[in-house]
């Protein structure tokens, strides 16, 4: 990742083990996961914002694939 570039953050799997729905940062605010990188963040991360608010996502995110880089 690098400053400008445009990420999506993958959806959140359905836990089979609970009767309630993701509250993590995105599912609470009903996002649409795609963020524009501001800059980098301390800890080997970015600060990106997103429809909901700032999120800061580690290099370890888009090493497991959990965020992709779409422009």
Known sequence: ???GDLIKMEQCPDPPWSDY???C???S???NRIGLVTGPAPGNSWRV???CGEW???DF???RGEVK???
Request: aromatic share 12%.
């Open 29 to 31: 605010n009903d996002s």
């Open 56 to 58: 800061r996502v580690d």
């Open 1 to 3: 990742m690098k400053v």
């Open 61 to 63: 995110e888009a090493a």
């Open 49 to 51: 914002m997103f429809d």
């Open 21 to 23: 729905a993701c509250e």
């Open 69 to 71: 880089v779409i422009k």
């Open 25 to 27: 940062f995105f599912c």
